[in-house]
Nanobody, 124 residues
Framework: QVQLVESGGGLVQAGGSLRLSCAASGRTSSRYAMGWFRQAPGKEREFVAAIHWRGVMTQYSDSVKGRFTISRDNARNTVSLQMNSLKPEDTAVYYC?????????????????WGQGTQVTVSS
């Protein structure tokens, strides 16, 4: 089993920044892509960003492209999401997930391990 624990969420004003972190433990491997998803109240979970297992490729949703940056440290089994220029519509619970493969993917069905989520609230 793999355990994923997110941290770094909180309340921030519009235009501000937050950095989310995800720590992996258990039977984890650096040979899997990692992703971030989010779910706002009353909405379905949506893809935010993903990173290749070697970090050589990233993918972002159109809504966060240019504002968010995903990165990983395989030596520490961590993945981060730097979020800048935050908007009220970024308010959601953010989830870290480990992919079934090493390739980036934007479909939640491609991920088989999920964290519990961390709340991000952006005030206007």
């Amino acid at each position: 089993q793999v355990q994923l624990v997110e941290s770094g969420g909180g309340l921030v004003q519009a235009g501000g920044s937050l950095r989310l972190s995800c720590a992996a433990s258990g039977r984890t491997s650096s040979r899997y892509a990692m992703g971030w998803f989010r779910q706002a109240p009353g909405k379905e979970r949506e893809f935010v960003a993903a990173i290749h297992w070697r970090g050589v490729m990233t993918q972002y949703s159109d809504s966060v492209k240019g504002r968010f940056t995903i990165s990983r440290d395989n030596a520490r089994n961590t993945v981060s999401l730097q979020m800048n220029s935050l908007k009220p519509e970024d308010t959601a619970v953010y989830y870290c997930a480990q992919s079934k493969t090493g390739l980036v993917a934007d479909q939640s069905s491609e991920y088989n391990y999920w964290g519990q989520g961390t709340q991000v609230t952006v005030s206007s």
